[in-house]
């Protein structure tokens, strides 16, 4: 049985630990015996799940304790989270377990679909679309609501990087490093996407208004909301100057591509479509035959000008 000691010796520039007063020569050993725990170190819940269970269970009872709001003469159960269009919303606005519960749903379908994942008859860049097909998409469900904080980001890199190790056999700390499926820039660039079209809707739109009233509050207070809609929007100094730049369509496009990683399927086709537009308009100049249609040379940014195909970006052949 150990004996907490009756004197903690503390010199400064020394390696001891405060609560066995074990004496280390470097600071990493120092680091490692907290890491292993010390064993006379003084128990602490403090960030453990018991008690974030005992702070959510007061909230609860605070929460059943509040006023009584009535209906059509029958009265509305108070309750601390409820479900709404498939998202779980908390009272005390905390965003993170709603999160935690699309992980859980997502990675149930990531084991439903192990068998695809062992197969060596599919190809890995098959398997990383199916992934993002059927089990991103369940994560990704009411994602722009989500505060992208570090610890927030810290634990969609792990989960991604844990599901892609077992898709394609590398380690998880590769594919956290190095992502076969770029997680995170998908997120922001969906989510700067997103913030565009809110602002530029009518201005009774509640959505609307509402992001703005969260702009004005953080101009206001001096600083950015991190991990916010709009962590990834250009420098702006008011909500008018914020407006001009999401009025701005084309700008804002080219922000939500500039976040996409150049592994992306539709960056990909972007640049294969362009390629191919660009070999019939130098077909057409020649003056032979293209096999393409005229709407597939519009789609990939050329115009016609006098019977010659230009693009539209450079106004050159």
Not at 45 to 67: C, F, I, N, W
């Amino acid at each position: 049985m150990h004996q907490t000691p009756s004197v903690k010796i503390e010199v400064e520039g020394e390696n001891r630990c405060p609560d066995c007063n074990g004496r280390y020569k470097r600071a990493q050993d120092l680091k490692a015996h907290f890491t292993r725990g010390c064993a006379l170190a003084v128990a602490s819940r403090k960030g453990t799940r018991a008690e974030l269970a005992v702070a959510k269970a007061q909230q609860v009872a605070v929460q059943e304790s509040a006023g009584v709001v009535m209906m059509a003469g029958k009265r509305l159960r108070n309750v601390f989270n409820f479900k709404y269009l498939g998202f779980y919303f908390q009272a005390d606005g905390d965003r993170l377990p709603a999160m935690l519960q699309r992980m859980a749903i997502a990675r149930t379908r990531f084991g439903e679909l192990h068998l695809a994942w062992k197969s060596t008859k599919i190809p890995t860049s098959m398997k990383i679309r199916l992934f993002a097909c059927a089990v991103i998409s369940v994560l990704t469900y009411g994602h722009e609501i989500w505060k992208l904080d570090e610890k927030v980001v810290r634990k969609l890199k792990g989960w991604c990087a844990r599901c892609l190790a077992n898709i394609t056999g590398r380690s998880i700390r590769d594919e956290t490093v190095e992502p076969s499926f770029d997680l995170l820039s998908r997120l922001r660039s969906r989510r700067l996407r997103w913030a565009g079209h809110i602002l530029r809707l009518e201005e009774t739109s509640l959505t609307r208004r509402m992001l703005l009233a969260t702009v004005e509050r953080d101009l206001e207070a001096g600083k950015r909301h991190a991990g916010g809609l709009l962590t990834d929007a250009p420098a702006f100094e008011s909500v008018e100057q914020l407006l001009e730049l999401a009025g701005d369509r084309n700008g804002w496009r080219d922000l939500v591509k500039a976040l996409l990683p150049a592994s992306d399927p539709a960056v990909v086709a972007k640049a294969r479509n362009k390629k191919k537009a660009h070999k019939a308009a130098e077909l057409q100049i020649e003056g032979k035959k293209h096999q393409v249609s005229d709407s597939f040379m519009v789609g990939a940014g050329y115009h016609l000008v006098e019977g010659i195909w230009i693009l539209a970006e450079t106004e050159e052949y």
